[in-house]
């Protein structure tokens, strides 16, 4: 398996809604990132795990709390969004946390849209 | 975080070779110089990555300059599949971070 897994792959949420993105993959990857990307441009680098501690938060708001249950399993729990939250959210992995010498492979993210 | 600097789009004809080029001046020692493409509708993917050497791999080859301050992306004949925005990233040894810039949109045409 070699692949990163996100589900659901849309999503539809009001602003008092509670819902939660999911992200698995089954490479033995001891890292996991958590990006946003707004349309027409680069992903944004949101979370860092490494070996299933929380290494990085790019200063993100608490609306948006990761958790990683497992090495192989990232969620992200979204409360209290806001319309400006609207994006594509993207998940990958990497060998180690260090991962200089590794690509990161990625999934093919989750649309969101808040109404 | 080191930055990079690319076109922000190219052309090329299908079957024909093409040169992405990345500026990266402000590299140090112990960056990594990874290139992603995404395609329509798709989460990045890895295409390639170097220190030092020129590296080959079944995608692309990647040629860094001699002083590492710039490096080009070959895909040595594009087909109408390698139409994506191509982007270069400094990748950091201290820090665990891939940091996207505004990357180069490839057109290829038939």
């Known amino acids: 398996d070699t692949e990163v897994t996100q589900t659901p792959k849309h999503l539809v949420m009001g602003m008092t809604n509670k819902k939660s993105l999911k992200c698995e993959q089954h490479?033995?990857?001891?890292?996991m990132y958590w990006y946003k990307q707004k349309a027409k441009k680069p992903p944004e680098l949101m979370f860092v795990?490494?070996?299933?501690?929380?290494?990085i938060n790019e200063s993100v708001p608490s609306r948006f709390s990761p958790e990683c249950p497992n090495s192989s399993l990232l969620n992200l729990h979204l409360h209290a969004l806001q319309p400006e939250d609207s994006a594509l959210y993207l998940c990958?992995?990497?060998?180690?946390?260090?991962?200089?010498?590794?690509?990161?492979?990625f999934g093919s993210g989750t649309r969101l849209t808040v109404v | 975080d080191a930055k990079t600097t690319q076109p922000n789009s190219m052309e090329s004809n299908e079957e024909e070779p093409v040169h992405l080029p990345c500026n990266h001046s402000?590299?140090?020692?112990?960056?990594?110089i990874h290139w992603y493409r995404q395609l329509p509708s798709q989460g990045p993917e890895y295409v390639i990555h170097?220190?030092?050497s020129n590296v080959n791999n079944r995608m692309a080859s990647l040629a860094i300059a001699e002083d590492r301050k710039s490096s080009t992306l070959i895909l040595h004949r594009a087909t109408l599949r390698d139409a994506a925005v191509y982007y270069c990233?400094?990748?950091?040894?201290?820090?665990?971070?891939?940091?996207f810039g505004t990357g180069t949109r490839l057109q290829v045409f038939p």
């Open positions: 990958a992995s990497s060998q180690d946390g260090g991962g200089t010498h590794y690509g990161y492979t």
């Open positions: 490479m033995g990857h001891r890292a």
């Open positions: 795990y490494s070996y299933e501690k929380l290494s």
């Open positions: 402000t590299i140090s020692g112990t960056d990594y």
């Open positions: 170097g220190l030092t």
């Open positions: 990233i400094l990748r950091d040894v201290d820090t665990d971070k891939l940091i």
